[in-house]
């Protein structure tokens, strides 16, 4: 459940095929996301979860699962 609004959100914002999005999907390499992106998009999964992503924790997230793991972890 997580993994797929995690992955609606992406599609969204990216303009992405859901079949396009896994766990393993890289933010920087598969959907060319630059440092602004990502933390757009994590500002999208902060209020989509009602919750904050400090930015420590945005360095370290490279890919969709990382976001999900980030996100059940919690």
Same mark, same amino acid.
């Given at each position: 459940m997580v993994f797929e609004k995690v992955r #609606?959100? +992406?599609c969204e914002q990216f303009d992405?095929?859901?079949d396009?999005?896994?766990m393993d999907t890289s933010l920087s390499s598969d959907l060319q996301a630059?440092?602004? #992106?990502? +933390?757009?998009l994590a500002m999208s999964i902060e209020d989509e979860f009602d919750m904050e992503v400090p930015d420590t924790e945005?360095?370290?997230i490279k890919t969709v699962g #990382?976001?999900?793991r980030f996100i059940e972890d919690r």
């Open positions: #609606d959100i +992406i992405v095929d859901a396009r999005v896994t630059d440092s602004l #992106d990502v +933390i757009d945005i360095e370290k #990382d976001f999900v």
